[in-house]
């Protein structure tokens, strides 16, 4: 199936406004989005155009009851300059997980994967080049029915836009282990990149922020006693060097692109590792007796974030000096490296934007 894209460029490029050396995570757009509407349970002509304000009704459906998901992804620039992708095909079919579970439609793959190249093709000069930067896309589905009433939406709005970005955590953080609120539980949606479950995180991680620190690690919400993800990342704890465990993908977390290609690169290493079930107590035992070496967060976003101290219970267990963190350090330089077509690419993860 041939995808055609009507593409209308915008007549002034604003990338001479982009200071490349200092960028703001996520405040920054480059030139052009890329739009499809769903109306009347057909996908319509879909087209490039100037990235702007889209227009919107009051009785928005996405608005009143949260049928609205997004992805995550990266395009990064190759020695030579070509426009790369990373596992792009999984951040397809996961949009089209989290469309299934809020009950909107899929989008055709192709469309979705067709689009998502030109647009990287069409701003490709956006893609920055200094070391720890990409150009962030931000794929995302709402629906657009001017409805009041809970039902699905008949109507839905398909777009990307592309963020300029440096990296993201710049410095290691400290996480607070969360005992009193949950992010998502047995049955929910937690495995959905559904804008509610962000939503839901905001007061939980204003409060650990009063309390000093950058992000909570979220638990179970039977009992709070086993550890699953944190902000917009997934973990990985790490004992002597050697053993590195990460929570198995119960429906609660995100099934993380970053989390799947760290245990791939890490196994391949001669790392073992363990995806199960991970309790607090076994983490905060690790840690008394000196054996927690590196815990870290996995997204595309920070692609590692490492974690500085653990907060349990009123008190802060610390961990190595960054500088310190074997296997963090390896598994980062590997996967950006990996991402930016420096290194080989075992995989076969990255694709060249023709
Ligand atoms: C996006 C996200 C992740 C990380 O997924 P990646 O595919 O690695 O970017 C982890 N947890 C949550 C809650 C997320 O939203």
Redesign the pocket.
């Known amino acids: 199936m041939a995808i055609s894209i009507k593409i209308s460029k915008t007549p002034q490029s604003r990338i001479h406004l982009c200071d490349f050396e200092n960028i703001e995570f996520g405040k920054i757009f480059s030139d052009h989005m890329f739009r499809v509407d769903y109306v009347d349970g057909k996908w319509m002509e879909p087209s490039i155009e100037p990235y702007g304000p889209i227009s919107i009704s009051p009785s928005l459906s996405a608005l009143h009851y949260g049928q609205a998901i997004f992805e995550?992804m990266k395009a990064f620039k190759s020695p030579n300059g070509k426009p790369l992708l990373f596992r792009p095909m999984d951040?397809v079919r996961?949009l089209n997980k989290s469309a299934v579970r809020m009950g909107m439609p899929e989008i055709p793959e192709e469309l979705f994967y067709e689009g998502l190249k030109k647009l990287v093709e069409v701003d490709q000069d956006w893609i920055p080049t200094k070391d720890g930067s990409a150009l962030y896309l931000r794929p995302f589905m709402f629906a657009t029915d001017d409805f009041v009433g809970v039902r699905p939406s008949l109507n839905y709005s398909f777009i990307i836009f592309c963020c300029p970005v440096n990296s993201y955590y710049p410095k290691p953080i400290k996480v607070k282990v969360e005992k009193k609120y949950v992010r998502a539980s047995t049955g929910m949606a937690g495995y959905a990149?559904a804008a509610g479950?962000?939503g839901i995180s905001m007061l939980p991680t204003m409060e650990a922020k009063k309390d000093g620190y950058d992000q909570i690690i979220w638990t179970d919400g039977k009992t709070h006693e086993h550890v699953e993800?944190s902000?917009?990342?997934?973990l990985f704890f790490v004992l002597n060097d050697k053993l590195v465990l990460t929570p198995i993908l119960d429906g609660n977390?995100?099934e993380?692109?970053?989390?799947d290609s760290v245990i791939k690169l890490l196994k391949k290493e001669g790392y073992e590792v363990q995806e199960r079930d991970i309790s607090v107590s076994e983490i905060i035992a690790a840690a008394k007796a000196g054996e927690l070496t590196d815990a870290f967060g996995?997204?595309?976003?920070a692609i590692i974030a490492k974690i500085a101290a653990i907060g349990f219970e009123g008190h802060d267990y610390v961990l190595p000096e960054a500088e310190q963190r074997k296997v963090s350090n390896w598994v980062y330089n590997t996967v950006y490296q990996i991402q930016t077509g420096k290194i080989e690419d075992p995989f076969n993860w990255v694709e060249e934007v023709k």
Request: glycine residues 20%.
């Open positions: 995550g951040n996961r990149k479950n962000y993800e902000g917009t990342t997934n977390i995100l993380g692109i970053t989390r996995t997204g595309t976003a």
